[in-house]
């Protein structure tokens, strides 16, 4: 089997599509795999602003000449390598502060259940409320950004709306700080990244929960979740933040043009509405959703590098990987020695040397009493990322 990366104009029919490299997208309308048989559907896939594809030469027509997936992940790796690995991470932790945010993000989840769950039963929003949390959000984002990185995304037996919404809020409010955003601009992205999505209360939960692809009219629909959030925070008497307003209307727009509501294209769509649509698909692809798994955030930020070409602002997406790291807290890491690790925050010293908790040996295969290691301390170093998936490894045991 052969994987090939191709751009869409070197599509024809016969070729199969193994992966159509669309995540940027918020939900799939095409299926996840397909044969192409007609130039009409190469149109739809370009016309959804989609330019590279994955296709399995062994199940369809070859490309000639064109990079293995391999290759092209290898190119990826280096491009990326060489932009951050001199690198530091702004955000130093003050003390680890897990347990505390561990309370904090506890606390914000039931606080968004609560607003979004009033605005489902046909409520008026509690905007009080929701100023509230993203005041907690800010204060907590500022005190322990490592924790946030790591935290906001666990967890996931929570509705995904609700957990989503708060880890946004939180990631927003980190990266706006690395960003060095005035104090007042950092509480205002924070409030529309907690109201971001709270439009998808007025969409029917068979829809909004459907575990398989959406059909057309299905998917016209969900994209209604952004006019609803923005009817929703009009009808607040009092709500005048147009900073907060722009994260959550223009959170599927696009640099490129290709999102939605309204096709806007770049520097037309707000700072913050463009760092708010980064953050959204990094989560959205680090999370299990009921139609695909999570990936490893490591493979979150590749992609997030390769899609900065087009779909989003190059600098800021770039900038956004330096608050992260390119092995962001969360990742699977495989090290030189052989042994697996978790990365639970950027070092000192260099992106390419995070802290990480080392968990299971690959030689001896077998867990390994945790234990974490400074990497700019230490002889061993990273060799790659893994898929947390191929090791049935429940990340989430070794973060309690
Ligand atoms: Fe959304």
Redesign the pocket.
Known sequence: MTIKKIPVVRLRPGMFVSDFNADWL?HPFFLSQKLIRSDEEIERISAAGIDLVYIDTARGADADDMPTAEEAANQIEQALTRAFADEVAQTQPAGDGMQETNRLIGNARRAVRELFTGVRLGNSLDFQQAIETARQLVAGAARHPQACLLLGRLNRSDDYTFRHSVSVALVLGVFARDQRRPESEIESLTLGAVL??V??MKVPPDILNKPSTLAPAEMRVMHT??AAGMRLVREVEDFLDPIAFKVLAE??ERYDGTGYPHGLRGEAISPGGRMAGII?VYDAITADRVYRRAINPAEAVRKLFEWSERHFDRGLAHAFIKTVGIFPAGSLVRLASGRLGIVLRQGESSLMMPVVRIIYDTRRLCFVTPVDVALDQGSDRIVGHEAADRWNIPLERFLD
């Open positions: 918020d971001h999505d439009g998808k979740h952004v959170h599927h959204d």
